[in-house]
Structures are given as C-alpha cells and as structure tokens.
C-alpha cells in the first residue's frame, strides 16, 4: 500500500513535469494558453488511451488495473473546459 507521503510527492513530481512542459509550450510556440492547456489534456488523454490499451490484453497487467469500458479520460478533456466530447478510448 503506497503512503500518503509517496501519493503527495508523485503528485507533486507530475504537477511540475506538467507546468514546466506548459509554460514550455507557451513560451515556445506563443499559443494562448487555453490553446495549450486544451493541447495538455490531449496528450494526456492519449497517455490514458495508451496505459489503457495496454492493459487490455488477454489475461490482463499484473498491477491488477482495469481500464473502464466507459472512458475513464472524460473527466481530463472535460477539466480542461473542451467541448469535444467524443472518447478516444474506447
């Protein structure tokens, strides 16, 4: 069972990999930033799409996770206020 300070710290290490890859972005390529931010939860969605799809394999993943058949990334295109709502996990 992970401990509370390991879930903070992962946490914490996956909010700074993410705002120094958005201000990255931003800075870069002089998108606005609703462009950008509507860009992260995209790739962050694929990053689902494709922990899932691996996951999806006959006899399963050892880690015992099993991706939703309804789309679990919903929540991350939506958080981002898109409007696109169709899932790429299926």
């Not at 290490?13 to 606005?32: G, K, N």
């Not at 394999?57 to 990334?73: L, M, Q």
Request: hydrophobic fraction near 35%; glycine fraction near 10%.
């Amino acid at each position: 069972m992970q401990s509370d300070t390991d879930s903070e710290s992962a946490s914490a290490e996956m909010h700074r990999s993410i705002m120094i890859a958005f201000c990255d972005v931003l800075r870069t390529t002089q998108l606005p930033p609703m462009t950008v931010m509507s860009l992260a939860a995209s790739a962050l969605g694929a990053v689902y799409k494709e922990v899932a799809d691996q996951h999806r394999c006959d006899g399963g993943c050892t880690c015992g996770w099993k991706p939703e058949s309804a789309c679990g990334c919903r929540g991350v295109a939506g958080g981002a206020g898109s409007e696109n709502t169709d899932c790429p996990v299926q």
